[in-house]
C-alpha cells in the first residue's frame, strides 16, 4: 500500500510514517517546516524519512497524492493563543484551508482510483473532476454518506 503522510516532520507524523514504513509500506511524507518548530527539530523527527517539502494550503496536490492508497492528514499550524489577532489568517491558511484542499484532492484520486474510475469512464481530465463527481457519488453512496462527505 502506498500511503500519504502530512505534517511527516511533526512528532505525530515522523512516528506514524516510520510504522507504516516497518510495516512495508511505501510512504510520501509532506511537511511544510513552518518557523512554529525550529527546523532542526522537525528536520531531526524525519530523519528516517523521505518528506517533501509543500505547503498544503498552495502547492498542487494532484502529483502527491497520485497512486496513494490513503491520506493521513496530520499537518497543521498548532498553537491557540498565537491563533488569534494578527496571525488568524496564517491559521486559517494552514488548518482550514490546507485541510479542505488536502480533501479535495484525495477525495477525487480516491474515486476515480477505485469503483468510480469505471462508472465515469476513460479519458476523465482533472478539470472535469467537479462536475463528474456529483453524479459519481450519487450512484455510489446513499444520501447519509454524501452528507458526511460535504462536511
Not at 507504516?20 to 530523519?47: I, P
Not at 490513503?70 to 499537518?75: E, I, R, T
Not at 484532492?105 to 476513460?122: E, K, N, Q, S, T
Amino acid at each position: 500500500m502506498r500511503y500519504v503522510v502530512t505534517g511527516a516532520a511533526g512528532f505525530i507524523g515522523s512516528h506514524l510514517a516510520e510504522e507504516l514504513l516497518a510495516a512495508g509500506h511505501d510512504v510520501v511524507g509532506v511537511d511544510s517546516f513552518t518557523d512554529y518548530y525550529e527546523r532542526s527539530r522537525k528536520e531531526r523527527n524525519a530523519a528516517s524519512l523521505d518528506v517533501l517539502e509543500a505547503d498544503l494550503a498552495v502547492a498542487p496536490l494532484e502529483p502527491i497524492l497520485a497512486g496513494a492508497d490513503g491520506v493521513f492528514h496530520l499537518a497543521g499550524q498548532p498553537g491557540v493563543r498565537a491563533s488569534w489577532g494578527e496571525t488568524f489568517q496564517l491559521y486559517l491558511d494552514r488548518n482550514v484551508r490546507a485541510t479542505q484542499r488536502v480533501f479535495e484532492a484525495a477525495a477525487a484520486a480516491v474515486w476515480l482510483h477505485g469503483a468510480a474510475a469505471g462508472r465515469v469512464g476513460p479519458g476523465l481530465i482533472s478539470e472535469d473532476i467537479p462536475e463528474a463527481l456529483p453524479g459519481v457519488l450519487r450512484d455510489l453512496f446513499d444520501p447519509s454518506r454524501l452528507s458526511a462527505l460535504s462536511l
